[in-house]
């Protein structure tokens, strides 16, 4: 009698210490193997000045790839492309090299706008050169057809063969009203990518998006560093993928100088705002000439898996980018490698920590876990849009991806912040286990930004699949309120795409990081052993996407 009343009660403790939501696994499993200096070791050795950088096409990619497949299969992770740790991203290095200057005629006056001061342009096309001859230049408001928001700036708009000119982020932004689009938070429709696209399926020949530093959330000095660069994008050939000739940016001034020898005021830029309210010709010609070399290459997306017990064929991705800018122009030190600490090699290294998180549970997970680490984020998140465009698991089967980018480094905080907050219910999810361990979720600061569409999970909401990117709280525990700010907006200002962004351990602390990765880690677990699937919220931009894959 007493064995059997030891046994009851041992089976007692056992139940009550499962999380009834799942099949069994205890509250603390695999969270005791996240470990500061382990991350702290991986982050070190990926942004040394022996990786150089870990640009695409060097040898700095070379040994960040190697370095990746070895400490996937040293975790224990099996080959998640078939045999391979690898994906080959087939893409093409374009340098455009644009004339110094365009030529503006309209009906009473001719007269030239200087690059890169006025305005930067490139192309996307890989033919030898291109050019605008007299082309004709349309103002399209926001250049947006969002159905869901019943907009549409091209129509009754002939935009074919012309070059139209576009305001950038979204109409509620400017128009400071809460009613349209999302407001001041910006949707996919306001970034200049979308811009680009939308006119590309119009049939335009170019588009030039207008520049302001508030709704672009960065000045037009950040624009005229790409003046004359070179460029990496996927390899399309073979493809029907349709692209305007020429696209880039023109200042705010050059803007408005364009409108006042159309004749126009700015009144137009405002009425742009307004529902129903049609673009028009500008009664101006553009004229200017590019030069183009291309050179055809292939990178690697690394890409290891825990397959699933039960359910095999429904995966959980996490996905860092491993790339970086390389070796450059020096800094006023005279360091010239770009050496990516925070962005990305502590996101990389956590893909490790979390396949050990992984591993290290007591039964295998009844989902596949999928740890992607992509090629080119830097270069316009290419190696993401390559997998979602060609995925080696199927995107319907897909329950979410888990996004980390220039995650938490200055300590640990008592909030997360959601960056895009409102799209999925990963959010809701990711609260509850947040709630568990006594954190917060926080909203982030500049939603107008549009942070939700400028890193890797964006490639995967584009085909529905629910998608969550996370950012350091600010609310640093042990430091005075406005902390975490300040010590973020430091490194933008001081560190952010230059070389002085390395593993300096008096500045760089990971313990923060390792909580964050533990919420991670919860999230993913909670859908890797239960039969959760969730979902885009009402409102979301991609949830029509899903919807049509059930």
């Not at 991203?89 to 455009?96: C, K, L």
């Not at 890797?528 to 919220?537: C, D, L, V």
Request: negative net charge; proline residues 4%.
């Amino acid at each position: 009698m007493c064995r059997l009343f030891l046994c009851l009660i041992a089976a007692t403790i056992l139940q009550t210490s499962c999380n009834p939501e799942t099949n069994g696994y205890r509250e603390k499993d695999g969270l005791s193997a996240f470990d500061a200096d382990s991350l702290g070791k991986h982050t070190a050795e990926l942004s040394g000045d022996n990786f150089e950088g870990r640009k695409p096409f060097t040898t700095g990619e070379t040994k960040t790839i190697r370095y990746l497949k070895e400490k996937f299969i040293a975790a224990g992770l099996e080959p998640g492309n078939g045999e391979s740790y690898f994906q080959e991203v087939p893409m093409v290095n374009i340098t455009t090299l644009a004339a110094p200057t365009m030529q503006v005629q309209s009906v009473r006056e001719h007269f030239m706008i200087n690059g890169p001061e006025d305005y930067v342009i490139w192309t996307n096309k890989t033919d030898s050169a291109v050019s605008l001859n007299n082309d004709e230049l349309v103002f399209a408001g926001y250049g947006v057809v969002a159905p869901e928001y019943q907009w549409n700036d091209y129509e009754g708009l002939d935009v074919k063969g012309k070059i139209v000119m576009v305001l950038v982020n979204d109409p509620g932004f400017n128009a400071g009203d809460s009613s349209l689009f999302k407001g001041k938070t910006m949707t996919y429709y306001g970034r200049w990518t979308y811009k680009f696209e939308e006119a590309a399926r119009q049939g335009a020949k170019g588009c030039l998006v207008i520049h302001n530093t508030e709704a672009a959330s960065y000045p037009f000095s950040v624009v005229q560093n790409n003046w004359n660069t070179s460029r990496l994008r996927l390899d399309t050939r073979g493809k029907d993928e349709k692209q305007c000739d020429v696209i880039g940016w023109v200042s705010e001034p050059t803007a408005k100088h364009l409108f006042a020898a159309a004749g126009k005021d700015t009144a137009l830029l405002s009425s742009a705002d307004i529902r129903g309210v049609k673009g028009i010709s500008l009664n101006l010609t553009l004229s200017t000439d590019l030069k183009v070399k291309t050179n055809f290459n292939s990178s690697n997306n690394v890409i290891g898996k825990i397959t699933g017990s039960k359910f095999p064929d429904e995966t959980i991705i996490y996905t860092a980018h491993w790339d970086h800018l390389g070796i450059g122009a020096p800094d006023e030190s005279g360091d010239s490698i770009y050496n990516g600490a925070i962005d990305n090699a502590i996101g990389t290294a956590g893909l490790l920590e979390l396949a050990r998180g992984f591993k290290s549970m007591p039964t295998s997970p009844e989902r596949t876990i999928v740890f992607l680490a992509v090629t080119a984020e830097e270069q316009g998140l290419w190696g993401s849009a390559y997998y979602a465009q060609n995925p080696i698991f199927p995107t319907n089967k897909t329950v979410a991806n888990i996004n980390m980018d220039a995650p938490n480094w200055y300590g640990t905080t008592k909030d997360l912040i959601i960056i895009g907050q409102g799209q999925s219910e990963l959010e809701d999810i990711l609260q509850e286990e947040s709630a568990k361990v006594n954190r917060t979720i926080s909203p982030e600061a500049h939603p107008e930004a549009g942070y939700y569409y400028r890193s890797d999970h964006f490639n995967f909401a584009k085909e529905g699949i629910p998608s969550l990117f996370t950012a350091a709280g600010t609310d640093v525990i042990g430091k005075e309120p406005g902390y975490g700010k300040r010590i973020d907006d430091e490194y933008n200002n001081m560190h952010y795409h230059r070389p002085s962004d390395e593993y300096d351990t008096t500045r760089i602390q990971l313990d923060g990081q390792i909580e964050d990765l533990r919420l991670l880690f919860r999230l993913g677990r909670r859908l890797a052993y239960g039969r959760q699937w969730p979902q885009w919220k009402t409102g979301s931009e991609f949830k029509a996407i899903r919807d049509k894959q059930k």
